[in-house]
């Protein structure tokens, strides 16, 4: 079986491993972590996610500057991304349907469950514990 790649940039080292331990221990996701935007790109193009997570305000870059590198870039203009955000809340995002400035968003903390809705209902993508073999 192939495993959903899961590319998760954020400067917060303990949300990236969050995410990670927390994909990765349902078995059907394979993550990912950078800690610096500058690092993102090229992460990117080594280990081609299938979703990206990324943090709005990063350390060295904004998340938009990132985004933009991804969007003009031939390989890596069709991965969808969704910002990882503490600037606005779970409110916030209901009230906008999740989308703010065009750019789905999802408010930190952000839970596992979360990832996996937004993996599930955005993308398609279910994991092996989701499928109906598994039911």
Do not use: W
């Amino acid at each position: 079986m192939n495993k959903i790649r899961v590319l998760v940039i954020d400067d917060e080292i303990h949300i990236t491993r969050l995410l990670k331990t927390g994909l990765e221990r349902i078995g059907s996701f394979e993550v990912r972590e950078v800690n610096r935007g500058k690092e993102a790109l090229q992460a990117a193009q080594e280990f081609r996610p299938d979703a990206v997570f990324l943090d709005v305000c990063l350390t060295d870059l904004q998340g938009t500057e990132i985004a933009f590198q991804f969007a003009n870039h031939p390989e890596l203009r069709s991965i969808p991304i969704v910002f990882l955000t503490s600037i606005v809340s779970d409110l916030d995002l209901v009230e906008n349907g999740g989308i703010i400035g065009g750019r789905r968003y999802l408010a930190k903390p952000v839970r596992i469950d979360k990832i996996l809705d937004y993996l599930e209902n955005e993308l398609g993508l279910r994991s092996a514990s989701d499928s109906p073999a598994n039911s």
